[in-house]
């Protein structure tokens, strides 16, 4: 039994090389036609895919009837767990972006991925305030998923984790982002896209 399991192991790891020679064979080609303009990226958050919806209901179906007033702050937290335990970051060498669709049926993406889909969740449990920034600073990039509520912000790093900040202004600044940086940073979900330096 142990034998046919290494060999299982052999041949997966075998096919993983021969997809990941072929992807860096035609990496230029994949890019160049995967090719989106941030101001495009509100086309990847669907709060309304079918997909999204179903994950959504499962997190709702966690309480006894679920209320965007009193449930929400418990459902970020049960979405959050949902990335972080039940979808796979996996770093692939290409620029490559997957809907949350996707993300939901392969399992796996990476922390751009998540945080898409975790935008897209957020606004279909109610919060249309939900966004995402993107910080690029030399070779790092981060992405923070928030949404305003009851006076508050609630900040999800998919890296790290969740925090509550008292405005967006305390948020920007905890993130390291004030006019005049060294750095590109933006925001946006299924409605809108705009710079923050």
Do not use: H
């Not at 075998?14 to 036609?33: A, F, G, P, V």
Request: hydrophobic share 40%; charged share 25%.
């Amino acid at each position: 039994m142990e034998n046919a399991e290494n060999n299982d192991l052999e041949q997966l790891n075998k096919y993983n090389k021969l997809y990941l020679e072929i992807i860096m064979r035609y990496k230029d080609y994949i890019e160049e036609n995967e090719q989106l303009y941030v101001a495009e990226l509100p086309k990847l958050v669907t709060p309304e895919n079918d997909s999204v919806v179903a994950a959504v209901n499962k997190i709702k179906s966690s309480f006894p009837v679920y209320s965007f007033e009193g449930n929400f702050y418990d459902a970020v937290k049960l979405s959050y767990e949902y990335i972080r335990d039940g979808i796979f970051t996996v770093e692939v060498p290409l620029q490559f972006w997957l809907t949350p669709e996707e993300t939901i049926r392969i399992g796996a993406g990476d922390l751009f991925d998540k945080a898409v889909l975790l935008c897209s969740m957020l606004i279909a449990l109610g919060n249309p305030s939900t966004k995402i920034i993107v910080i690029i600073s030399d070779s790092t990039r981060r992405f923070v998923v928030y949404s305003e509520f009851q006076g508050k912000i609630i900040a999800i790093d998919v890296s790290t984790g969740i925090k509550e900040y008292k405005d967006k202004d305390e948020l920007l600044m905890n993130l390291g982002i004030s006019k005049g940086d060294e750095i590109m940073a933006y925001e946006f979900n299924d409605k809108m896209y705009s710079d923050l330096v």
